[in-house]
């Protein structure tokens, strides 16, 4: 029985362990995150390279650009148009220049508001405490009696139970059921592969949600340097400008998801803490604790399976919510 409670307490510490370093990287600024480790040095680098080619490109889409709108102007609006573009050739080339330091800003701002909603919510309700899992009734096994299959044969003989088939023939099975799952044995067993299949889905998705943490820190960094870029198509006709809106409608998708993740955690540990509790009650009515028992796995088990599932679909939202 110690080595079956040990697993249990091996998948608490794995699940509660692994999300809570994911919340981590949920609530990060990605810049200020990896700046220890030389990470940002990188991005800073390369974005300073291509910030470098894209100038003559802004050029290049500035002066095609004009030609195609100057050349449908009216003689009169030249002047006026010459003088909008202008305005607009200067403001790209800053924004191309500083695209790194623009991106640092959005990242930042991004971040406080994670911290704020991660202030304002109750994170730790992800959390599998060993109450959860009743361990305790592990240690009773022994202790609820040993009921020997001699013992069970004096209660009631198959004969017997074969006469009343026809009379109570639902009420007989479950009551067959409920007599096989409280011999110490089949208890046994059950509690071996309920710790196993604990401990592989809380591992599971514990790793799922670690990856997800991963890829949100990872993603910003790895298009910044291609901001300038980004900006650079500004420049251009109307069709390149989206190019421009959708990089940057993208780029904030990537630092707030931290905030659609956390909301999606809070919600996913209430809402498996809710059908568990149901799951439970309904449990509670039958006196087989071998029963009430698996519906309290079963509850346990909702909050990384609900949680997990939620967080892996809140790029999917924030793809939705920013269009």
Request: proline content about 2%; aromatic content about 8%; glycine content about 6%.
């Amino acid at each position: 029985m110690d080595l079956i409670k040990s697993i249990f307490e091996a998948g608490l510490v794995i699940w509660n362990t692994i999300v809570g370093t994911s919340i981590q990287f949920f609530t990060a600024d990605p810049l200020s995150f990896s700046r220890t480790s030389g990470q940002v040095a990188i991005i800073k680098d390369a974005a300073g390279a291509i910030s470098t080619i894209a100038l003559p490109v802004v050029a290049v889409f500035f002066l095609l650009a004009l030609v195609k709108e100057l050349v449908s102007t009216p003689i009169e609006m030249v002047p006026r148009k010459l003088v909008a573009n202008l305005i607009k050739y200067i403001v790209i080339c800053a924004l191309v220049a500083n695209s790194y330091d623009l991106m640092c800003t959005i990242s930042s701002i991004s971040a406080g508001i994670v911290q704020m909603v991660n202030g304002s919510l109750s994170i730790d309700a992800y959390e599998i405490e060993e109450a959860d899992l009743n361990l305790d009734d592990i240690e009773e096994i022994k202790a609820e009696g040993e009921k020997t299959d001699m013992e069970a044969e004096d209660e009631a003989s198959w004969w017997e139970k074969l006469g009343k088939w026809f009379s109570d023939k639902a009420n007989w099975l479950l009551n067959l059921i409920l007599d096989f799952l409280q011999t110490t044995i089949i208890k046994t067993i059950l509690y071996f592969l309920g710790s196993i299949i604990f401990v592989f889905i809380c591992a599971t998705s514990g790793i799922s949600i670690l990856n997800v943490g991963i890829q949100r820190v990872i993603k910003p960094l790895v298009i910044i340097p291609f901001s300038a870029i980004a900006f650079a198509c500004a420049a251009g006709s109307q069709e390149s400008e989206r190019v421009t809106v959708s990089f940057i409608k993208t780029y904030v998708g990537f630092v707030l998801s931290g905030a659609v993740i956390l909301i999606s955690l809070a919600f996913g540990s209430e809402l498996a803490g809710t059908i568990g509790s149901a799951l439970v009650t309904a449990a509670a009515e039958s006196d087989n604790m071998t029963v009430v028992w698996i519906a309290q796995l079963t509850s346990a088990l909702m909050t990384p399976i609900v949680v997990a599932g939620l967080i892996k679909g809140a790029d999917g939202i924030v793809r939705q919510a920013i269009g």
